[in-house]
């Protein structure tokens, strides 16, 4: 079984600039996380989708960043405009069901000059 | 607020010396606490999940163990392979809310 992949691994941007990251879930799992780690703080939840309908996006830090899940497959966190404080590391996670667990992809790695 | 607490932040052991790393918690309405390892440059592999108080996981070298109040991943006879940090998270709270909160993680290093 393939697991959670992300894209790009690493992206260096300048602030301004709009990134856009890319999560493909394990085959079959609905459901479907966003986390963010920024330098020496804990991973911290953005949001979940169930499906392609957000579940809970209590996360997310302000309307700079927009998440969506188009058919329920892939997933696609953009970042417009890019500000200094959104460099981190950026994990997507999925299971098949809320109470199974998460399995993580390895995350990118985004920089903002 | 839910909060995960991890200590020591950092422990050094040598090949064979057996240890334990602790991660206290305090959440409303704990429905499942998580252990997961992580290597450098890669994501969070999942370990175990631990349900209720008293239950126990082991997966060769590694136990873990839960608390009302605490969780313990017991470390026997570690090898060097197992340097790494390792993670503990709770899902916590009733309905559809399914959001993992994490400690900070605790970073092993085991000298051969």
Not at chain 1, 45 to 52: D, R, S, T, W
Not at chain 1, 62 to 89: H, M
Request: glycine share 8%; hydrophobic share 30%.
């Amino acid at each position: 079984e393939a697991g959670v992949t992300q894209f790009p691994s690493h992206s260096v941007i300048e602030k301004g600039q709009t990134v856009t990251l890319r999560c493909d879930p394990i085959s079959g799992h609905d459901n479907l996380y966003w986390y963010r780690r920024v330098m020496g703080k804990e991973i911290k939840f953005l949001l979940h989708f169930v499906k392609e309908s957000k579940q809970d996006e209590s996360g997310m830090p302000n309307n700079r960043f927009l998440a969506e899940r188009t058919g329920g497959t892939y997933s696609t966190l953009k970042v417009q405009p890019a500000e200094l404080e959104d460099s981190g590391v950026y994990f997507c996670a999925s299971s098949r069901s809320s109470n199974q667990p998460q399995h993580f992809g390895d995350g990118t790695r985004l920089s903002i000059l | 607020e839910d909060q995960v607490t991890q200590s020591p932040e950092a422990l050094r052991l040598q090949e064979g010396e057996s240890s334990s790393l602790n991660c206290s918690y305090t959440v409303s309405g704990l429905r499942g606490l998580f252990w997961y390892r992580q290597d450098p440059g890669k994501g969070p592999e999942f370990l175990f999940t631990l349900y209720s108080a008293g239950e126990e996981k082991e997966k060769e070298r590694l136990k873990a163990t839960l608390t009302k109040k605490e969780s313990f991943l017991h470390i026997t006879a570690p090898k060097p392979e197992d340097s790494a940090t390792y993670l503990c998270a709770v899902q916590a709270g009733a309905g559809a809310n399914s959001k993992l909160t994490f400690g900070k993680g605790i970073t092993l290093s085991v000298r051969p």
